[in-house]
């Protein structure tokens, strides 16, 4: 208990002199002074002259696009704007497929052109060092000559590289493929 009371004393020392010190930092300390007050607004409108005003138009918001910007285009601008040697594979295989699926609709889909008849049956996408025919029935196709690559039970495609000749069985792949929608549908609709 001496050691309580003994404390007591320095306590009550230690609040006089910081109160000392408290007091005189506050006569140190400059005033704040209010900001100046703003003019007044303008009258705010009734719903009546909000009606009567016209309504601004605003720009359309950037928006990323999911699809590509060439999509609903046409085939032959989308080719044209490839490379020469694609340009040299693309076009013979577009007039392939219009001669052998000649009620197929083509259209620019995914980034590419796309080859419809009850569904999407074949696709063209041009790469760096090929063009790609790809067939989403192409599990289901008798590939005769073996030139179908891919192992999935869909979508199996043909590479064509630069200078290399448009596969002989070319023509009964697109056939068959037409033939499969036929008879299954659309092959997006499982």
Do not use: C
């Not at 889909?109 to 989403?136: E, I, S, Y």
């Not at 599990?139 to 869909?154: F, V």
Request: cysteine-free; overall charge positive; glycine content about 6%.
């Amino acid at each position: 208990m001496a050691t309580a009371k003994k404390s007591a004393p320095r306590k009550a020392a230690m609040k006089n002199s910081t109160s000392k010190t408290a007091t005189s930092k506050k006569h140190e300390a400059p005033k704040k002074v209010a900001p100046p007050k703003k003019a007044p607004t303008a009258r705010k409108s009734s719903s009546k002259d909000r009606s009567e005003r016209p309504v601004p138009k605003l720009a359309p918001a950037q928006v990323t696009p999911q699809t590509s910007s060439a999509q609903g285009s046409a085939v032959d601008a989308f080719v044209a704007r490839m490379e020469g040697w694609q340009q040299d594979i693309v076009r013979p295989l577009a007039a392939l497929i219009a001669k052998e699926a000649p009620g197929a609709s083509a259209y620019i889909k995914w980034g590419h052109p796309v080859w419809d008849h009850a569904g999407p049956f074949a696709l063209v996408k041009a790469a760096k060092a090929h063009v790609t025919l790809g067939f989403w029935r192409g599990g289901q196709m008798r590939d005769a000559d073996g030139i179908l690559e891919g192992d999935s039970d869909g979508m199996r495609y043909v590479r064509i590289q630069s200078g290399q000749r448009l596969p002989a069985s070319l023509a009964a792949l697109v056939h068959e493929a037409l033939a499969l929608n036929q008879k299954h549908g659309d092959p997006l609709k499982r």
